[in-house]
């Protein structure tokens, strides 16, 4: 059984720096693609980042380039997601999610397996 759970989220204020971690277990993780969504109240799920499993190769949303890294351990099984410089516009749930998929897709339907999500909220 597949799972994928989120940690790090919590209250910052603006400027301020979170690390997100995702745990998965069940799967063969250094073979998948992983990726970070986000959803903010009222809003439509949308893609953060990502990085490929073949490459290392990281994708991102123009809204958090240069503010957000993603990065992965596959000895750990952990993909984390460092969020500098945070706007009151990042809050949201952020959601973890694992694609076979040689390349970062932004689309969540591509996704097959997703994490519960952890709340950030960015206070000004």
């Known amino acids: 059984q597949v799972q994928l759970v989120e940690s790090g989220g919590g209250l910052v204020q603006a400027g301020g720096s979170l690390r997100l971690s995702c745990a998965a277990s069940?799967?063969?993780?250094?073979?998948?693609?992983m990726a970070w969504f986000r959803q903010a109240p009222g809003k439509e799920r949308a893609f953060v980042s990502g990085?490929?499993?073949?490459?290392?190769?990281?994708n991102y949303a123009d809204s958090v380039k240069g503010r957000f890294t993603i990065s992965r351990d596959n000895a750990k099984n952990t993909v984390y997601l460092q969020m500098d410089s945070l706007k009151p516009e990042d809050t949201a749930v952020y959601y973890c999610?694992?694609?076979?998929?040689?390349?970062?897709?932004?689309?969540?339907?591509?996704?097959?397996?997703w994490g519960q999500g952890t709340q950030v909220t960015v206070s000004s």
């Open positions: 999610a694992a694609s076979t998929a040689f390349s970062v897709l932004t689309t969540s339907r591509t996704y097959g397996y």
């Open positions: 069940g799967l063969t993780f250094s073979r998948y693609t």
């Open positions: 990085i490929t499993w073949r490459t290392g190769s990281t």
